[in-house]
């Protein structure tokens, strides 16, 4: 609460200062927002679509994966651990090949080809010749899909690839291609017209110039798909690609579909070709394709063909083919017969659509599917999951009240999930919680009731789901008496009103309102769509194979948005292109699609917003992609729809999903488009592309948290990011962008709860990444900074530094993370380790932050409150800040007694050793020496056997109780006050024998010192002491206990930052 | 005052440049960040070099350092943990180090992919000085943005055949970024290191504040120099290993 307070103050207070109009522009770039990154939350529990699987055999495996959506990612051991390889490119992955002599040169086909209605589209051809580390595109930029890559296996330069081409448009970069010189050049070398692209490409391994390829006509539209037609066919080159001849000969005559085409490797002359047709079936041939005969035409091979169109023969059996399908099928009798290998045993996603098997050894199989990537060693009887690829694929995505708050979201073919936002160690896969199946799209908590959500899987169906119980309520709304059939769209919008708590929106043709949390509906709209019947052709969609899942659904609404602050005021997109309003509650209905300027009748609207700062104001996105226009289109209204101002700039690249306004800085807007993040601070007037930490993937949805003031994306390929903290976002103004160097204020900060967890999970699983526990502190910087020093100090109420940390420098915004706490303890040495390597927590407050750039300083404030779950009471946390400062303390005197007695000793060694040997005044000396000497031991360890010695003294005591208090949050154990008086008390005694030995014989000493002419022994002062400390620590500021691991840290950091 | 003038020259002699030409070749960058560290002339001259400072490692953990060096290849790295001081140490032929933490401080042999980081440390003047003489390979790739600076990019490939690449602000001709591999107990580990907050310590700019993490993940370590001091009078016992026990570690 105090939160959204502090928000609201500060908000008003920027409001009145004034900010920018939208007319000026505040004129930003990506780097802008410099080290402003969000944190990528996965989750890896379900994957995404995997497309492709290429991999060099070898010890380790090397493995690539190509995803539908979430870019390339590698694993250099065999698919423990994955990095994305591909993040500033399209995310949308066709084919990927490696190059089989060359394994450091990898090929991309970017655009999937399994070409469902949620399909995205690529942009050419990437090469890298690094193993992936840098891609450069090499060409065929206008293809948009990619099936197939065939590598030469004895001549890297010669490269096919197989383009199936736009799917929403006729066009003419799609066929075989075929380039000589890697990549230079590219010939169009198979081609059959503009509707028309290759479908699967096929090389015989022994004889690389027969080729062949499968040949698909295929066409999208919102409302209708089409596989197959009169272009399709089965062609085999054998000169290199250079000429094409159709394969005939036993394949089916009339119309074909997708084409699928594997070559035997372990005997070429066996080819087998899958063929969509009016009966779907696989084809074998034994004379290079000759002639084919059909051997089988079940379920296994012939299953919606439009999507599953894999063939993988086993590299050491040309009878053993696999069908990667629905399930994995596979046939060991040449196709005559099929089978499921996962039958008895096996637990894997459906819908397959890549396979490799590791040529040295057939057993070893990877399979990608609509969920991710299954690895078996036993030729798909037993898979194991790989926990590591967060490619999910969101629709849509929600957020709870609760501390910390849950996400919630929809994923294509992967359900509906709820997960936390940050975890202790971290967000692993185990915290996600399914709560709906199927498809899922949007899902929201009920604001009063957090544990039931709306969730709801394709074509409309509705549930709320009590997420403690895991029941499930259907709340579909029904056709009442005399009403038309309801149309849903494949992902039915769901709406909560923003005015009214349990009233819920959803959208068929007609609007649909509950105001009982969906036990109730009542209808408030006619059909607010064209209603064409042109545009209802779902259950005839498909083409060849009838294919009517709803993905095809249209003449449906899309998008929903209440206006905050004016109940009845509703807008509502549809997929065929209306943009409806009404303003009395759903009486009456406008249509304002005319008022928005420049924009092809039709265009499905993806998202209206209306906003929370201005009545009348909404922004718009519509999306003709499905129309083959890629155009970005956003609009704005101030008037209710009236007029429209466009507010897309050069600057946006990618059809639009979804725009969000900041709910506390009216000009603070967020853009997602299918090639990423884009932020506006002025209004839309100008924008760029958030980059920092999300790649350029689909951003379908987002929100901005209402309390913590977080931007949660939802991208459908690489799941949930978060952007902690918009605060110093939204006071980023023109004027600050003009300092060279400004501080910006951030969020009152909660000091969170110790949560510590022991776990040793291995390394194979996705962790999405929590906030800091830290005050993030961020700050602009004009320019990158180069000379003299960059610091932050933080002093508290008294003024007094508390803390230094280190500073990033580049250009933009920065942020930095102080972790709240004072610099560790002081600790005298000894012979191990205590566990004291953290300074105590700061107390909760109002710390002044001043960044020192040079000679110029700029000041702010941060704000310190409790955990907001705190269970300790304001007496009971400031007792354990007592006694956590009064230990602090106590190591520091501690340490300063051990300090001192140290030197006193090596004064006296040092002036013994420059007397005779038998002369009584260095025998004085060195048995007062020895006397110093004997009291170390029973202030710190000494056992040269280390860790376990069991040499427990004051400094290990001390530094025990000091770790018991400070890692606990409220009041400490009386057991601990006592043993803290005690330890003080045995602390002082020592101290007495140590005065007592620098006062007794010191003097007597001394004057027999100065009689020889020697120095006398100077006792160190605590004032010398702290002095010394001060200059020796130069200031500064690991989520991880500190433990042996430590000290390879430190070299690795030293070693690379000084190697030059 | 003489780090202002160094700079303004700097500035200076680039700005004159920048309206001068339009594509540098290797020589004219080098020379300019010779020129702009204060000169290839002052740089050889140095002698010995004792940096102090702290290493912070996120989260609050932090450790003092001393790290000494002597021309042409010797070198010295303590740092302190709760009063304890391990040390890092190369004498030009044997590596060794002394760590104290967990009982022993005796001084052992480093390992070998240790030393051969820290001989590689014992370049003080760095890769692109003198690079021919010492059988690197430097290329200059191009003019890339380092987190939205214009930087030239070099590519050294050393004389063991390691790559790593330096960028130079392309304005001030200073490293501001290196980026490499590094193997650590016997893993590759690419790094990317920021170098800042130059300022001139006896006729020389020297960064003040490094940061170093490995590349693509999140934490990482920064060091902060409190102190810079060249051509200090180090005994050449300081690096050499020592024969006995405990003799290593600081006398305590």
């Known amino acids: ?1060 | 005052m003489r780090f202002r003038a160094v700079t303004i020259v700097v500035a200076v002699g680039a700005a004159l440049w920048a309206g001068a030409a339009p594509a540098q070749s290797l020589d004219e960058i080098l020379a300019k960040n010779y020129q702009a560290r204060g000169g290839l002339e002052r740089i050889t001259s140095v002698s010995s070099a004792r940096i102090t400072g702290t290493m912070s490692m996120g989260g609050g953990m932090e450790a003092p350092f001393v790290w000494q060096w002597k021309r042409p290849n010797k070198l010295r790295l303590e740092f302190t943990l709760q009063g304890m001081t391990g040390v890092q140490a190369y004498d030009g032929q044997t590596g060794w180090m002394v760590m104290p933490f967990m009982g022993s401080s005796d001084p052992e042999k480093m390992p070998e992919d240790q030393l051969a980081d820290i001989r590689e440390q014992a370049d003080f003047d760095g890769d692109l000085v003198n690079w021919k003489e010492k059988g690197h390979q430097v290329e200059l790739v191009g003019k890339e943005k380092v987190e939205g600076t214009d930087a030239y990019k070099l590519k050294v490939t050393k004389k063991n055949g390691d790559v790593s690449y330096v960028f130079l602000d392309a304005e001030y001709f200073l490293e501001i970024r290196g980026e490499g591999k590094r193997t650590l107990r016997g893993q590759e580990v690419e790094y990317e290191s920021s170098v800042g907050d130059y300022k001139e310590v006896g006729g020389l700019l020297i960064p003040h504040a490094m940061s170093t993490k490995a590349k693509g993940m999140p934490g990482g370590q920064t060091l902060t120099f409190s102190r810079v001091e060249l051509d200090v009078p180090l005994e050449d016992s300081l690096f050499a290993m020592p024969a006995a026990s405990k003799g290593a570690a600081p006398s305590r």
Not at chain 1, 818 to 828: A, E, F, Y
Not at chain 1, 880 to 905: F, I
């Open chain 1, 1 to 1060: 609460m105090r939160t959204v307070l502090g928000f609201v103050v500060w908000c008003a207070c920027w409001l009145a200062a004034g900010h920018v109009s939208a007319s000026e522009g505040i004129k930003i770039t990506s780097d802008t927002f410099g080290g402003l990154s969000a944190r990528a939350l996965g989750p890896a529990v379900m994957s995404g679509r995997i497309t492709a699987i290429d991999a060099v055999p070898g010890a380790p495996l090397t493995l690539y994966v190509g995803t539908a959506s979430g870019g390339v990612w590698k694993s250099s051991d065999a698919g423990t651990t994955f990095k994305p390889v591909f993040d500033e490119h399209i995310q949308s992955i066709g084919a990927l090949r490696v190059d089989p002599q060359e394994p450091r040169t990898v090929w991309v086909g970017t655009g999937e080809c399994n070409v469902r209605n949620s399909v995205s589209v690529g942009d050419g051809v990437y090469r890298s010749q690094d193993a992936g580390k840098t891609w450069q595109r090499v060409g065929l930029s206008a293809s948009e899909r990619i099936a197939a890559i065939g590598v030469h296996p004895k001549d890297s330069r010669t490269v096919y690839v197989c383009a199936l081409g736009p799917l929403w448009s006729a066009g003419e970069e799609r066929g075989v291609f075929k380039t000589t010189d890697g990549g230079t050049t590219w010939r169009k070398v198979l081609y059959v017209n503009d509707s028309t692209g290759c479908s699967d490409l096929a090389m015989d391994p022994q004889e690389p110039r027969i080729l062949y390829a499968g040949m698909w006509q295929v066409r999208r539209w919102p409302d209708f798909f089409q596989s197959g037609g009169p272009g399709s066919g089965l062609y085999r080159s054998v000169d290199g690609g250079e000429t094409w001849k159709e394969l005939t000969t036993g394949l089916p005559a009339g119309e074909k579909g997708r084409i699928a085409v594997a070559v035997a490797p372990s005997r070429p002359s066996v080819v087998y070709a899958l063929v969509e047709a009016a009966k779907t079936a696989l084809y074998r041939s034994e004379n290079l394709g000759e002639s084919f005969t059909l051997v089988n035409s079940s379920t296994n091979v012939s299953i919606r063909p439009f999507y599953f169109a894999h063939l993988v023969v086993d590299p050491s059996d040309h009878n053993t083919v696999y069908k990667p399908g629905l399930a994995l099928a596979v046939s060991t009798d040449g196709g005559a017969s099929f089978t499921l290998p996962i039958l008895g045993g096996g637990n894997v996603h459906p819908d397959h659509h890549a396979l490799w098997i590791n040529p040295r050894d057939r057993n070893e199989l990877f399979l990608g599917t609509d969920g991710g990537v299954y690895h078996s060693f036993d030729r798909g009887r037993r898979w194991r999951f790989l926990r590591s690829l967060p490619v999910a694929q969101f629709y849509h995505v929600g957020v709870d009240l609760e501390r910390p708050y849950n996400v919630y979201g929809g994923l294509q073919d992967n359900g509906t999930w709820k997960g936390p936002s940050r975890a202790p160690a971290g967000v692993q896969n185990r915290h996600w919680e399914n709560i709906g199946y199927g498809d899922g799209f949007w899902a929201f908590p009920d604001p009063e009731d957090p544990r039931r959500v709306y969730v709801e899987y394709q074509g409309g169906n509705i549930l709320r789901v009590d997420t403690r119980l895991g029941e499930l309520r259907d709340i579909t709304p029904y056709a009442g008496a005399g009403e038309a059939e309801l149309r849903f769209n494949w992902n039915t919008p769901i709406h909560l009103s923003p005015n009214e708590r349990g009233t819920v929106y959803v959208g068929a043709q007609y609007l649909f309102r509950s105001r009982d949390r969906g036990d109730s509906w009542e209808r408030i709209s006619p059909d607010l769509t064209t209603n064409d019947p042109r545009r209802q052709r779902q259950k005839q969609s498909g083409g060849l194979t009838i294919d009517n899942s709803t993905a095809e659904n249209n003449t449906t609404i899309y998008a929903i948005g209440e206006a905050p602050g004016e109940p009845g005021v509703i807008w509502v997109g549809t997929d065929d292109g209306l943009l409806q309003l009404t303003r009395d509650g759903g009486r009456t209905w406008a249509n304002l699609i005319d008022r928005i300027p420049g924009v092809p009748r039709g265009t499905w609207v993806s998202s209206v917003t209306p906003s929370a700062h201005v009545r009348g104001r909404a922004y718009v996105t519509l999306d003709g992609h499905r129309s083959g226009d890629f155009a970005t289109y956003l609009f704005r209204t101030d008037d209710y729809g009236a007029t429209w101002t466009p507010l897309a700039t050069p600057e946006i690249e990618g059809y639009a999903w979804v725009i969000k306004e900041d709910p506390l800085a009216a000009n603070l807007l967020f853009l997602g488009t299918e090639f990423g993040l884009y932020v506006s601070l002025d209004g839309g007037a100008r924008w760029a592309r958030f980059a920092g930490g999300i790649p350029k993937v689909a951003v379908h949805d987002m929100v901005i948290h209402p309390r913590e003031g977080d931007l949660v994306v939802a991208t459908h390929g690489r799941g949930i990011y978060i952007l902690d903290d918009l605060t110093p976002l939204r006071a980023l103004s023109a004027a600050t962008l003009d300092e060279e160097v400004a501080l910006l204020p951030s969020r009152e900060v909660e000091i969170p709860i110790l949560a510590s967890r022991q776990e040793f999970n291995g390394d194979d699983e996705f962790v999405g990444t929590n906030p800091p526990e830290a005050a993030v502190i961020t700050y602009w910087l004009k320019k990158r900074h180069i000379f003299g020093d960059l610091k932050l100090e933080i002093y508290d109420a008294e003024g007094r530094r508390v803390s230094t940390v280190p500073a990033s420098q580049r250009a933009g915004l920065n942020r930095v993370a102080w972790p709240m706490r004072l610099p560790p303890p002081k600790l005298p040495p000894a012979s191990v380790l205590a566990p004291a390597f953290l300074g105590p927590r700061v107390a909760e407050g109002t710390y002044t932050v001043k960044l020192v750039k040079g000679a110029t300083t700029v000041a702010g404030e941060i704000t310190l409150v409790a955990d907001s779950r705190t269970p300790h009471s304001p007496e009971d946390r400031a007792a354990q800040q007592r006694l956590a400062m009064q230990l602090y303390e106590e190591l520091a005197s501690l340490t300063y007694l051990v300090d001192s007695l140290v030197e006193l000793r090596e004064q006296a060694r040092q002036r013994a050793g420059r007397l005779p040997a038998r002369d009584g005044l260095r025998r004085q000396l060195e048995a007062y020496a020895d006397e110093l000497e004997k009291i170390r031991p029973t202030l710190v360890s000494t056992s040269e056997a280390g860790w376990l010695s069991g040499d427990e003294q004051l400094r290990e005591k001390l530094a025990a109780l000091y770790s018991a208090v400070t890692n606990y949050g409220g009041r400490p154990t009386a057991s601990q006050l006592d043993r803290f008086s005690l330890l003080q008390g045995e602390l002082a005694t020592v101290r007495g024998k140590v005065e007592a030995l620098q006062g007794g014989q010191l003097p007597a000493l001394n004057s027999r010192l100065k009689t020889r002419r020697l120095e006398p022994l100077v006792p160190l002062s605590r004032e010398s002491w702290q002095a010394r400390q001060d200059t020796m620590r130069p200031d500064g500021g690991a989520r991880h206990a500190p433990s042996a691991a430590v000290f390879s840290r430190l070299f690795a950091a030293f070693t690379a930052a000084l190697l030059r």
